[in-house]
């Protein structure tokens, strides 16, 4: 089972407010991913991160940001939430392994009223 | 531009049958392909990654084939249970970095007792 951690699971809040999703891993992983994934759609990359205090935006446009302070930790914060940020946001670590693989945390589903 | 293709349509097949899943794509030269199995609200859970100069991986009841000359990868699952049922997403990695891991939309796949 992947060690990577994502708060909150569920959130529903109203429009204008802040919010932060928490994702953090115990892997060592320098390589940190946001996705974004709409029902029945693909994942599209929003934010990545080589490791500590190295971020880029992914394809996806995103008014979210991230930082990477600590290795074990990549948060994603929106200023000012709205409806159409609505969507499941998924938080993954790529390391040095064999396989090549990805580990996703359980996502965070986001509603915006 | 670049685009990745699955199973158009959700799957049924009757327990105990193979079920075969297909991922297309167009423009892209990856030089590595990966499966990911998603349950309904869930984080993707790494299966089989299938290099360019590979043909075919297996692992226990699970098979990958690559064709790079049809573009195509074939996703077996032999002697199907109803746990198989799931969404499954072909992801390609043209670096094998994952720092620009495309995925498509997946294929739902219901496995009937």
């Known amino acids: 089972e992947a060690d990577i951690y994502q708060t909150p699971r569920y959130l529903v809040i109203g429009t204008g407010k802040k919010i932060t999703l928490e994702c953090s891993q115990t892997?060592?992983?320098?390589?940190m991913y946001w996705y974004q994934q709409d029902p029945g759609m693909e994942l599209h990359l929003i934010h990545y991160?080589?490791?500590?205090?190295?971020?880029e935006k992914g394809d996806l446009s995103s008014e979210s940001t991230v930082s990477r302070i600590r290795t074990e930790h990549f948060p994603l914060t929106l200023e000012s939430a709205r409806p159409s940020h609505t969507s499941q946001y998924l938080c993954?670590?790529?390391?040095?392994?064999?396989?090549?693989?990805?580990?996703f945390g359980e996502g965070s589903r986001l509603t915006v009223l | 531009s670049q685009k990745i293709e699955q199973n158009s349509e959700a799957l049924n097949i009757q327990e105990g049958k193979t079920a075969t899943l297909t991922c297309n794509y167009t423009?892209?030269?990856?030089?590595?392909l990966q499966w990911y199995r998603q349950d309904p609200g869930r984080g993707p859970v790494f299966l089989l990654l299938?290099?360019?100069?590979?043909k075919e991986k297996r692992k226990e009841r699970l098979k990958v084939t690559f064709d790079t000359t049809l573009k195509q990868s074939l996703f077996h699952i032999t002697a199907s249970q109803p746990a198989d049922s799931a969404t499954y997403l072909c992801?390609?990695?043209?670096?094998?970095?994952?720092?620009?891991?495309?995925f498509g939309s997946g294929t739902q796949l219901t496995v009937l007792p």
């Open positions: 423009n892209y030269s990856p030089a590595y």
């Open positions: 892997m060592g992983h320098d390589k």
């Open positions: 993954a670590s790529f390391g040095p392994t064999n396989t090549g693989e990805l580990f």
């Open positions: 992801a390609l990695d043209p670096s094998g970095s994952a720092r620009q891991l495309t």
């Open positions: 299938i290099r360019e100069n590979e």
């Open positions: 991160s080589y490791g500590v205090n190295s971020t």
